[in-house]
C-alpha cells in the first residue's frame, strides 16, 4: 500500500473559509502551469523494485487525482490530516462505523438518514451490537447515554427533522467518556460548522450533496485532526475496495470551487421561504433551524453562521395532502437527494425505511440557488392548490 500522501498546504496566513474552498488543493504555482489539477485515469503505475514510501502502485490503494479535494476538505473542516474520499457517503459511514466492535453500544439520532439507522440496525442483526437513540436536541438525554458506549455518530441538523444539536457539550461529554464521537456534517456543511474545532474524532460527508453540489456524483469523504484514526480509516476502504472513481472525485473539487456561493444564496432563499410557509394558510407546520421550535433550536443555531438549506414542510391535508402538493408542483423537482442547484423535495415516510416517529405528511425541500420569487410563486400555487 502506497504511503498517505503529504500535508495538505498550509497558507502563511488565515483564510475564510470561503476562501479556502476556491484556494485549496491546487497545483503548485510555476510558470506555465495549469490552475487546476489534472485527472488521472489510470488504474496502475509504474512499479520496479522494491516500492518506496510514498510510491504510487495501484488506484484501490492511493490515486494522485484524489489528493487535491482530501487536501480541500481537510482545510475547509481544519483538519490536520488530508481528508479520505469514499465511493459514497454510506460507503463512509461503514468506515466510521467499522468502529464499533461486536457486542458494543452505538449512540445514534432517533432521527437520521435513514440508511445510517439501517446500517446501525444491520450491525446489531450481525454483531449484536446494542443501539441506542436519542434526540440529539435533548442534550441530557444524550449526555446520558454515553455512558458505557463505544462510539456516538451525530447529525446537526438531524435528517429530516431539522433538529439541532449543542455540539460542544455533546463532543466534550464523549471525550470525558472516552467514546469515539462522528458528526455527520453533511447538512451543516463546514461553512457552518466545523465539528473537529469543537472536539469530534471524526466528520463524515456525503460529498454528492453540497460539497460537490451539482447532482451529478456520487462520493463521501471522512477527515479527522488523529494520524491514527486517519490511517485506520484508509486501511479501511483499501480493503473494502469502496473507492472513488478520479473523474468523480474532480469534479466534485470543482463544485466544491463554488460552495460559499451556493449555500449563501440557498440559506438566505431557505430562511425566507420558512419566513412565508409559517405565515401560509394551508401549511400546518414549517422546520427550519431559523425558526425556534425548541430549547434545543435556539442554543444550537447560535453555533452555526448559516441556518441551512433544508426546510421541513407539513401541507393541510396529511400524507394526501402532501402527495399533492408534490404532483402540482412544476419548479421544484420531486427527487429524493439534496444539496444541488436546483430545489427539490420529497415526503419522506414513502420510505418503508424512514423513522417511524416521522410525520407522514412531512415534505423535506432542499432549497438550491433559484430566484426565491419563482420558488415561492411555485410553492405557493401548489399550496393553494389543496
Same mark, same amino acid.
Given at each position: 500500500?502506497s ?30 502551469g495549469?490552475v ?5 485515469l ?20 492511493d490515486?494522485?487525482?484524489w489528493h487535491?479535494?482530501?487536501e ?54 450481525r454483531?449484536?451490537? #446494542? ?30 427533522m ?10 466534550a ?6 467514546v469515539?464521537?462522528?458528526v455527520?456534517? #453533511? ?25 460537490a ?6 462520493l463521501g ?38 460552495l460559499?456561493?451556493r ?15 409559517a ?14 421550535q425548541?430549547p434545543?433550536?435556539?442554543r ?14 407539513r ?18 423537482v420531486?427527487a429524493?437527494?439534496?444539496?444541488g ?25 432542499s ?5 426565491v420569487?419563482?420558488?415561492w410563486?411555485?410553492?405557493d ?6
Amino acid at each position: 500500500m502506497s504511503a498517505p500522501h503529504d500535508q495538505p498546504s498550509v497558507p502563511p496566513r488565515a483564510l475564510s473559509p470561503q476562501t479556502v474552498a476556491v484556494a485549496a488543493g491546487r497545483p503548485a504555482r510555476v510558470q506555465g502551469g495549469p490552475v487546476n489539477p489534472p485527472v488521472v485515469l489510470s488504474s496502475t503505475y509504474v512499479s520496479q523494485g522494491v516500492q518506496q514510501p510514498g510510491e504510487l502502485l495501484y488506484t484501490r490503494m492511493d490515486t494522485e487525482t484524489w489528493h487535491p479535494f482530501e487536501e480541500a476538505l481537510a482545510a475547509l473542516e481544519g483538519a490536520r490530516q488530508p481528508g479520505v474520499v469514499f465511493s459514497s457517503g454510506m460507503a463512509a459511514i461503514a468506515a466510521v462505523l467499522s468502529f464499533v466492535p461486536a457486542g458494543g453500544t452505538v449512540v445514534v439520532p432517533r432521527h437520521a438518514y435513514q440508511v445510517t439507522l439501517g446500517f446501525v440496525d444491520d450491525l446489531t442483526a450481525r454483531t449484536g451490537v #446494542t443501539v441506542r437513540r436519542v434526540d440529539v436536541a435533548e442534550t441530557d438525554q444524550v449526555v446520558a447515554a454515553l455512558d458505557g458506549a463505544d462510539v456516538v455518530l451525530l447529525e446537526s441538523p438531524t435528517n429530516p427533522m431539522l433538529e439541532v444539536a449543542d455540539l460542544p457539550v455533546l463532543l466534550a461529554a464523549a471525550r470525558e467518556r472516552g467514546v469515539l464521537s462522528v458528526v455527520d456534517n #453533511t447538512f451543516a456543511t463546514p461553512l457552518g460548522q466545523q465539528p473537529l474545532a469543537h472536539g469530534a474524532d471524526l466528520v463524515v460527508h456525503s460529498v454528492t450533496k453540497y460539497l460537490a453540489g451539482h447532482s451529478d456524483v456520487v462520493l463521501g469523504a471522512v477527515v479527522t485532526d488523529d494520524a491514527d484514526l486517519a490511517a485506520r480509516v484508509r486501511a479501511y476502504r483499501t480493503l473494502h475496495g469502496a473507492i472513488a472513481g478520479p473523474w468523480e472525485v474532480w469534479l466534485a473539487l470543482r463544485g466544491m470551487r463554488t460552495l460559499a456561493l451556493r449555500v449563501e444564496r440557498s440559506q438566505a432563499t431557505a430562511a425566507e421561504l420558512a419566513r412565508r410557509l409559517a405565515e401560509h394558510p394551508d401549511v400546518v407546520e414549517v422546520r427550519h433551524p431559523s425558526l425556534p421550535q425548541d430549547p434545543g433550536h435556539e442554543r444550537a443555531t447560535r453555533l452555526m453562521d448559516g441556518y441551512g438549506s433544508v426546510l421541513g414542510l407539513r401541507p393541510r391535508g396529511g400524507a394526501a395532502g402532501a402527495d399533492a402538493v408534490v404532483a402540482a408542483l412544476e419548479l421544484w423537482v420531486p427527487a429524493t437527494s439534496l444539496g444541488g442547484v436546483e430545489s427539490c423535495l420529497e415526503r419522506r415516510r414513502r420510505f418503508a425505511t424512514e423513522s417511524r416517529t416521522v410525520p407522514e405528511d412531512l415534505l423535506r425541500m432542499s432549497v438550491g440557488i433559484e430566484d426565491v420569487e419563482d420558488l415561492w410563486a411555485d410553492l405557493d400555487q401548489a399550496l393553494r392548490s389543496l
